[in-house]
């Protein structure tokens, strides 16, 4: 898989960078190379699972045309599930078969002691949970009435496929992306130097950050948490929040940098979620992009906060729960989404502050640990390590045998995190006014491939799983 920190994609994304510097200002040639360019960067992978990809693009594709065909005028309802039956389909036979079929297998021998059933176990395609939701909310928007369906084929199929984005997000609105392929494209130098800086920051994240951390405490405490000591299983906790936040922020800053440098802006996906004060503006702040389509497509669908208190309590539960089965196949993140349900519904009505003070200090650190104990649910591999872990933790015993280089990278992670984007990159911008445009193009360019030297090895990044 040509992940974005490997040696396959730095070489691959300069190759794409020059071609598409010779067909970016013609549309169709453009739009052609795109999709070329990025069904290579899904197929590098397992080149069969494109056809699933295909497959969405043209069901989609065509039942668009029929919301606006006289034809079909009064079968709307009809073509909506057409296109949830399908994408939702194909999602739960590869992500969910699995687990459903080990569960049946197990609650048979509990209950009548029969042999397992052997069954062929499907490899989960790269990407899926987001392509998937990206091609439904075109076809719900299109139920709605919200946008016209698009008639360009080769358009369609870049907006369902457009490989920065491809295989973990951002999730992208088809009434946000499609406009920017009938946009001229203008090749503008602060747009490209801000693309550059958007990757090495993700680079950064990603290797020097979260691989780091993975590396030195939070893989091997995770693994036997029985072994260790509760200020280990702390500071590891504390170390998977960095580790899951810098993957996917890198990984999103790396998307959006990219498509940058394409030409073509996507939505931010985080905004320092740490610093939340409460539940709900947590998810405003973490993967942004999955929780608006959760709220825009399932809790409105579902009634929202239309109905009275007890339905709207329902209805955040259910999505919460659902958003954690999205995540993965594991009673683990089910538990993870209920968890986050309960405690939207508990804090409901609870606001944040908005001054700077020690009340604000306080719901911060509460919201950032009870975010903690969420991660532990879903980072822990079975029920009863959970249990393990939990009583570690409450034994309140002490010592720490990992390097301080654990502590150090903790404490540039929270100061990233803590700092506004906006400020470092003025920093950043202030650098680059001082320097040639050559020199810092050199830097930025040398210090990504140190950056892919430094790699422990060609880890994927956490959210290539759901």
Known sequence: MMVFNSLEFALFLPVVLLLYAFVYQKEQARDVFLLAASYFFYMSWEWQYAGLILLS???????????????????????????????????????????????LNTLMAWYSGATPISFHELLLPVGISFYTFQTLSYT??????????????????????????????????????????????RFERENFEFGLQLVFIGLLKKIVIADLLAYLIVDSVFENPGQYSSVELMVALYAYAFQIYCDFSGYSDIAIGVACMLGFTLPINFNRPYLSQTPSEFWTRWHISLSSWLRDYLYISLG???????????????????????????????????????????????????????KMVLKILIMFHATLLGWLIFRIDSLENLGVYLGGIADLSSGFDFSPIVLMILALASLM?????????????????????LIKSGIYAGAIFIFYGLSLEETTFIYFQF
């Not at 369609?156 to 009434?175: C, D, H």
């Not at 995190?417 to 003025?426: A, E, G, K, L």
């Open 57 to 103: 693009t043209v069901v989609d594709y065509f039942l668009g045309l029929a919301f606006e065909h006289k034809r079909f005028a009064h079968r709307k309802k009809l073509l909506v599930t057409i296109s949830l039956l399908v994408n939702l389909g194909v999602l739960a036979l590869f992500k969910y078969f699995n687990f459903f079929a080990f569960n």
């Open 140 to 185: 719900i928007d299109l139920y709605r009435g919200a946008i016209p369906a698009e008639r360009n084929f080769i358009k369609f199929a870049v907006f369902v496929s457009f490989f920065p984005q491809l295989v973990a997000g951002p999730i992208v609105r088809a009434k946000d992306f499609l406009p920017q392929l009938y946009k001229k494209i």
């Open 304 to 358: 929202g906060n239309r109905l009275g208190k007890l339905f709207t309590i329902r209805n955040l539960f259910l999505t919460m729960v659902l958003g954690g089965l999205w995540h993965g196949a594991a009673w683990t993140f089910i538990l993870w989404g209920a968890y986050h349900g309960l405690i939207l519904s508990l804090t409901r009505g609870v606001q944040p502050e908005q001054r700077f003070n020690g």
């Open 417 to 437: 995190h803590i700092v506004p984007q906006d400020f470092s990159r003025s920093v950043l911008n202030w650098v680059d006014l001082r320097l040639p445009v």
